[in-house]
């Protein structure tokens, strides 16, 4: 058992188990949220802090870079030494963190680093939010002050391969007595794992729904995203209407532009086929440098064609800002390669 996979109210009634207070459990819970440490929490005596020892988060920031575009890369260490990566970045309607929802991943995309090292483990609900408590407070943030306006779950891992966990994070995170952060402001990017995308539109969450595609053939899409053996794309489609049935929330295909694999004009008209009548936007990303791939992007002006080709073919799309590219920050470069005695 860990305090930070719990609720305030879970944790009032371990609290009451253990033979304190339940005011203790609210204490504790607040704590967390603002990111402190157990021996940081002033109004606990050291007894009480023994008692509960077990049961307190133990993560922190292990490494901090911070781009030239102002964008800042954390390693988050858990207790099993293990490391994962968010990126908090900057805008002008606030400040957007991506967080990592497993260590490692299995699910093999050709153009992503986070890949490489396979699927380590899960994180669990409590793991996810300490991301997002840490970087918060590291910029001055508090529960009632809060510093961090809109989650992204697109960091390592995929978040659907990590189902229970991801959606009783989002409840955590969303609660009132919480960081309180609307569904709304939540958006969980997948590879397009279709049976769990109906499980997500059936619980009602209604955070918004992000799809990474990057090939409008199922020929050309299994060559770069191994899911794609098990999942047509007219079977993610078909998903990304139902959620939208359920919801009544728009979606959005991430689509990375690779030059020679999916930039060309049957591209384009394929685009179109699948998304100019649906509620959905398109967005269109650089690919990001890899070492370990050999993929190559196309180029900024090739990629503005792209885009505008689409929107005069009804198609809402848009070229995604690439921010954080200089400390391996930018889409794609997550990935868990420190080691300890190497940073």
């Known amino acids: 058992m860990n305090y930070a996979d719990l609720t305030e109210n879970e944790i009032s009634q371990e609290i009451v188990k253990l033979g304190l207070p339940k ?26 802090k023994l008692k509960i020892q077990d049961f307190y988060p133990k993560y922190e920031i292990f490494k901090k870079f911070v781009s030239k575009d102002g964008t800042k890369k954390y390693l988050i260490k858990f207790e099993d030494e293990s490391i994962v990566e968010c990126v908090l970045m900057s805008y002008k309607y606030g400040n957007t963190i991506c967080v990592s929802t497993q260590v490692g991943c299995r699910m093999g995309c050709a153009f992503c680093a986070s890949t490489l090292q396979g699927l380590k483990r899960n994180l669990s609900s409590g793991e996810i939010l300490g991301q997002i408590y840490l970087v918060n407070r590291d910029n001055d943030g508090s529960k009632k002050n809060r510093q961090i306006t809109n989650i992204v779950l697109m960091g390592s891992g995929e978040p659907l ?14 609660a009132p007595e919480g960081l309180n952060i609307s569904k709304r402001n939540i958006s969980l990017s997948t590879c397009g ?14 955070i918004s729904l992000t799809i990474s595609l990057h090939a409008t053939t199922d020929d050309e899409r299994k060559k770069i995203m191994p899911i794609a053996n098990k ?35 049957d591209d384009i008209n394929r685009l179109v086929e699948l998304f100019a009548h649906k509620v959905c936007h398109i967005n269109l990303i650089m690919l990001n440098p890899v070492k ?35 400390i391996s920050g930018a889409c794609g470069q997550l990935r868990n390669k420190f080691v300890r005695d190497k940073v």
């Open 292 to 326: 370990e791939r050999k993929l190559e992007s196309i180029d900024k002006k090739q990629a503005e064609m792209f885009c505008k080709k689409l929107n005069a073919l009804g198609v809402s799309a848009t070229i995604r800002r690439s921010m954080g590219q200089d």
């Open 23 to 48: 005011f203790r459990g609210k204490q504790i819970f607040d704590a967390i949220i603002n990111g402190q440490s157990l021996q940081e929490i002033s109004v606990l005596s050291e007894s009480l």
């Open 231 to 265: 999942y047509s794309i007219k079977e993610i489609v078909d998903a990304c209407d139902y959620y939208f049935d359920k919801t009544k929330r728009r979606f959005y295909i991430e689509y990375t532009l690779i030059k020679d694999v999916n930039d060309s004009e």
């Open 161 to 174: 391969d990590n189902f229970d966990n991801v959606c009783k994070f989002i409840e955590l995170i969303s």
């Open 193 to 206: 794992l279709v049976d769990k995308i109906y499980q997500l539109a059936d619980k009602g969450l209604d």
